[in-house]
């Protein structure tokens, strides 16, 4: 059987990529990336690839084969579904007669799903989810098929700046007064746990779905009014954002006497320390 080339085989150098490869670079760990259109990512070249969730993969040629092996392949775009995850993972060990592990990154997002008042605001990685949700559904197949879920909250940092999301997230004083709890994770603290998970042994990580924060949960009224004279320069004239004004309007007339609130008024509170625990690891940037 074919040995492993590399320690890591990325799937889609995008944002992640600009943390994840310098990091796999200090840490002398090999690795190959794919790019739809094979240009440079973080300064290292990449293979063109893209994958087709409905081509064969039953013979030993298939869309896999121009890829090099690798102990661990990290996939960092959604696949939906059934049958994309099975389609990845079978192709890939087809062409190559090798298994590796394989790791997906996903969103907290399939814990958004209503809670009842028995339940408690504390969500952990064991939490019940929207099994319907098309990612979610692909996950679990990989899970099943022995794969690692990297499911990861808001990511921030490099070119994605969290305060360039007030005025998509808020645009009436009825979206702010909507807002509750928001939980984010820098993209070094992404990399640094990827890198956690395959320097461990995959008996570590094998069939386990993974809840990333950097361990803030974090009051959307409190970013608001923090942020309130991003964007403004630096006129002594300049006037609070419209978002941060609502927001001490909504204090007042809901009786908020100071941010953040409570964690029973945000409602939702993501608890991602076993993660950290069990590799090992702390968040390097938590909190803005």
Known sequence: MPSHD??????????????????LQSHNLSFAATTRDGRKAAGADTIKWSFDPSASVTEKKNQFSSLPTAKHVLITF?????????????????????????????????????RGHDEGVW?????????????????DELLKMDGCVLNLAGLWGGERDARNWVPRVATTKEAVKGKKSVHLVHGEDVARGIVGVIT??????????????????????????????????????????????????????????????????????????????????????AGL
């Open 6 to 23: 590399l320690d890591l085989l990325i799937l889609g150098a995008g944002w992640t990529s600009t943390f994840l490869i310098p990091l």
């Open 78 to 114: 959604p696949l939906t579904g059934t049958g994309q995850s099975s389609t990845m993972i079978h192709g890939y060990e087809m062409a190559h007669g090798v298994k590796a592990g394989f790791i997906q990154l996903g969103s907290t997002g399939i814990w958004q799903i209503p």
């Open 123 to 139: 969500v952990t990685r064991k939490t019940k989810y929207d099994t319907s949700n098309a990612r979610a559904v692909a996950e």
């Open 200 to 285: 461990r042994e995959w008996k570590v990580s094998r069939g386990q779905r993974w809840m990333l924060t950097d361990g803030f949960v974090y009051d959307w009224w409190m970013l608001f009014a923090q942020w309130a004279d991003v964007g403004r320069g630096q006129d002594a004239g300049r006037k609070p954002s419209e978002q941060s004004r609502w927001v001490y309007e909504l204090m007042r007339e809901e009786g908020v006497r100071a941010l953040p609130r409570s964690m029973e008024t945000l409602g939702r509170a993501y608890d991602s320390r076993e993660f950290w625990e069990t590799y090992g690891l702390s968040p390097l940037k």
